[in-house]
C-alpha cells in the first residue's frame, strides 16, 4: 500500500490549509484512516480520525472545532480541512492506514495504524 499525503505549506495564523492523502493498493473504503502530526522535538501525537464510511470521526483536544476529516471512498483520498491555524499547529502531518480491514468505530492510537504516508510540512508563522 501507498499513502502520498499532500497540501502542506507556509500560512500565516488565523489561515486555512486542507492536506489531502491518496491511497492505492488496497480497498480503501475497508480501511480506517487517521492523522498524526509531529512537531520538532516532539513525538507523533494523534490528530484526528475517521471511521470506514466516514459517518463517525474523532479528534485530539487541541484541534477541535478548528479541523475536519473527511475521505472520499471513490477517490481514495482522506482529507484533512485545517481552519483558524495556530503556530502550535507547526508539524509534519502524516496519514495513516489502519493494520487490518473492517474494523468498526475509529481508531485513534498509533498502534491502530500499519501503513503510513511520507508526511507533509504545515507551517504556521505568527
Known amino acids: 500500500v501507498q499513502l502520498q499525503a499532500s497540501g502542506g505549506g507556509l500560512v500565516p495564523a488565523g489561515g486555512s490549509l486542507r492536506l489531502s492523502c491518496a491511497i492505492s493498493?488496497?480497498?480503501?473504503?475497508?480501511?480506517?484512516m487517521g492523522w498524526f502530526r509531529q512537531a520538532p522535538g516532539k513525538e507523533r501525537e494523534f490528530v484526528a480520525a475517521?471511521?470506514?464510511?466516514?459517518?463517525?470521526?474523532g479528534y485530539t483536544d487541541s484541534v477541535k472545532g478548528r479541523v475536519t476529516i473527511s475521505r472520499d471512498n471513490v477517490k481514495n483520498t482522506v482529507y484533512l480541512q485545517m481552519n483558524s491555524l495556530k503556530p502550535e499547529d507547526t508539524a509534519v502531518y502524516y496519514c495513516?492506514?489502519?493494520?487490518?480491514?473492517?474494523?468498526?468505530?475509529?481508531?485513534?492510537?498509533?498502534?491502530?495504524?500499519?501503513?503510513w504516508g511520507q508526511g507533509t510540512l504545515v507551517t504556521v508563522s505568527s
Open positions: 495513516a492506514a489502519d493494520r487490518a480491514p473492517a474494523r468498526a468505530g475509529i481508531a485513534t492510537t498509533r498502534d491502530d495504524y500499519g501503513s
Open positions: 475517521i471511521s470506514l464510511s466516514g459517518g463517525s470521526t
Open positions: 493498493g488496497r480497498t480503501f473504503s475497508t480501511y480506517r
